[in-house]
């Protein structure tokens, strides 16, 4: 009864045009071709778009990551960047549902390939969690996880600080804002199970631009013993 009068009172809404859709439906069907997806071939390093010839993209060519490789689902376009402000902001959080579907079906091998031995969400700070009520990249890691049947750690790692807002900010300036941002609760976990047990983590997060957020975070998880990282982001945009 509670759930047919939720339905009632907030129905799921289409991710990219918020028009009323059924309970059964991810996205309504004059919209299930508006998100632009990335069209392979895919930057080796980040997932985003690159041509036949390339194997990185140029800003991963132009800087050294510390992630091993990347994937990404959609272009970082208007439309996606509307759907990803409700899903964060407005508590569309229902939006992940189809992220997800898209992520597995177009994904579920280069995932599958690289066999994380878990699943980590970049976390968000405290203050903005409480505010917002979830961590938007931890739907979409559980998702992903549920689908494929791959544990989801989501408290190894932490935000340590609240960061200014990354869309001020130039590229250093991001990488200065998150330099010291995250790092393993090793009153958690000890660096000893932590090589034993996560040999391979797949870093999960909502958008991916500058690789700065991905960046830091994939350097705590070295330092505490991951043996490598990968990254996968549903929204990539920047770089060229």
């Known amino acids: 009864m509670f759930?047919?009068?939720?339905?009632?009172?907030?129905?799921?809404?289409?991710?990219?045009?918020?028009?009323v859709i059924a309970a059964d439906m991810l996205i309504c069907d004059?919209?299930?071709?508006?998100?632009?997806?990335?069209?392979p071939p895919w930057c080796l390093k980040c997932g985003r778009h690159v041509e036949a010839d390339e194997e990185y993209c140029k800003e991963c060519l132009s800087k050294e990551h510390?992630?091993?490789?990347?994937?990404?689902?959609?272009?970082?376009?208007?439309?996606m960047k509307r759907s990803m402000s409700d899903f964060k902001f407005n508590g569309w959080k229902e939006n992940s549902d189809y992220y997800v579907s898209e992520?597995?079906?177009?994904?579920?091998?280069?995932?599958c390939r690289f066999a994380p031995s878990i699943l980590v969400p970049v976390p968000i700070h405290s203050s903005k969690r409480a505010l917002r009520g979830y961590n938007q990249a931890e739907l979409i890691a559980s998702g992903i996880g549920s689908r494929l049947q791959i544990p989801v750690v989501s408290d190894l790692l932490v935000r340590t600080k609240k960061t200014k807002a990354m869309k001020v900010l130039d590229k250093e300036g991001r990488e200065a804002n998150l330099k010291t941002a995250f790092i393993c609760d090793l009153n958690r976990y000890s660096k000893n199970e932590i090589e034993k047990n996560f040999p391979k983590v797949m870093l999960v997060d909502d958008i991916y631009t500058t690789g700065a957020t991905m960046e830091g975070c994939t350097r705590a998880l070295l330092t505490a013993g991951?043996?490598?990282?990968?990254?996968?982001?549903?929204a990539a945009g920047?770089?060229?």
């Open 226 to 234: 991951v043996g490598k990282v990968a990254i996968f982001s549903i």
């Open 66 to 79: 510390s992630y091993s490789s990347g994937m990404a689902v959609f272009e970082y376009d208007s439309r």
């Open 30 to 39: 004059d919209c299930t071709d508006s998100f632009r997806k990335i069209a």
């Open 103 to 111: 992520a597995v079906r177009i994904h579920k091998a280069d995932i």
């Open 238 to 240: 920047g770089g060229s």
């Open 3 to 19: 759930s047919i009068i939720s339905r009632a009172l907030y129905p799921r809404r289409c991710p990219c045009c918020r028009g």
